[in-house]
């Protein structure tokens, strides 16, 4: 078991239904789209959780939602300013700096970008956010506030002004020619990875131009 260290929350808000923001003091460097491991025991195997805001930020911040029956989220939504709980250093390398390129990400799979974005790495991005309903397009107003037409929320189950009817692969189906030169981040559930990567691979998109982290 990697090593862990105990930090104290300093915000745990629900965000929308079943989905928190969580906080602690940040006493660490890190590179935007890394993860650290969390654990409310010192006996638990961390489960691990991409870092969802800024590198100079001053606070930590993770985005996660409940799963029901999981071992740790459940009572992890209980934890309340004060409450100890022990994080794993950072570590990973889903990394992406100036070179151009596109983010997708459902769900909490937008935390490394969120992470990336409010490190101010989003100038020659574009970003695509899927999910059902509007409530989980976590920071979206920071997103079309910054990035304009570089920003295209997706949504399922909702229809709304400014953002795509439908899931981000419906929305890629309407790219004829997507540039095939750039690199291609995604990030969310295994099944959203798998159909993204293969509709990008079936457009031309170079396997070696598409980097995915999975939650899993
Ligand atoms: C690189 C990486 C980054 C991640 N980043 C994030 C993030 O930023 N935000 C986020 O929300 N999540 C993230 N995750 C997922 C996270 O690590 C946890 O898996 C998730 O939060 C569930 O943890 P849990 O302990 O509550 O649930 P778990 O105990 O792991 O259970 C998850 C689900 O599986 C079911 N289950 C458990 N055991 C079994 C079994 N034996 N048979 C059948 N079903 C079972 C449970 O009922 C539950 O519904 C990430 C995962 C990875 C790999």
Wanted: hydrophobic share 40%; glycine share 8%; aromatic share 12%.
């Amino acid at each position: 078991m990697k090593e862990i260290f105990p930090v104290n929350v300093t915000a745990n808000k629900e965000i929308a239904p079943g989905a928190f923001l969580l906080s602690f003091p940040r006493d660490f460097d890190f590179t935007a789209g890394q993860v650290i491991g969390i654990t409310l025991s010192k006996g638990e195997e961390p489960r691990l959780y991409s870092i969802a805001s800024g590198e100079n930020q001053d606070e930590v911040w993770i985005l996660y939602t409940i799963k029901p029956n999981g071992m740790l989220t459940p009572q992890l939504a209980q934890a309340k300013p004060g409450d100890t709980i022990y994080i794993t250093k950072p570590f990973g390398n889903f990394i992406c700096r100036e070179e151009k390129a596109v983010w997708i990400a459902t769900g909490t799979g937008i935390a490394p970008f969120a992470s990336m974005f409010f490190s101010g790495q989003f100038q020659n991005k574009i970003l695509i956010q899927g999910n059902r309903t509007k409530d989980g397009l976590y920071f979206s107003e920071h997103f079309s506030l910054q990035m304009g037409k570089n920003y295209q929320p997706c949504c399922s189950r909702e229809i709304l002004p400014d953002c795509f009817n439908g899931r981000v692969t419906d929305y890629l189906n309407t790219i004829e020619n997507p540039d095939t030169g750039i690199t291609y981040y995604l990030c969310g559930s295994a099944e959203m990875v798998v159909d993204v990567r293969d509709l990008l691979i079936e457009k031309g998109v170079p396997f070696n131009n598409i980097m995915a982290e999975i939650f899993f």
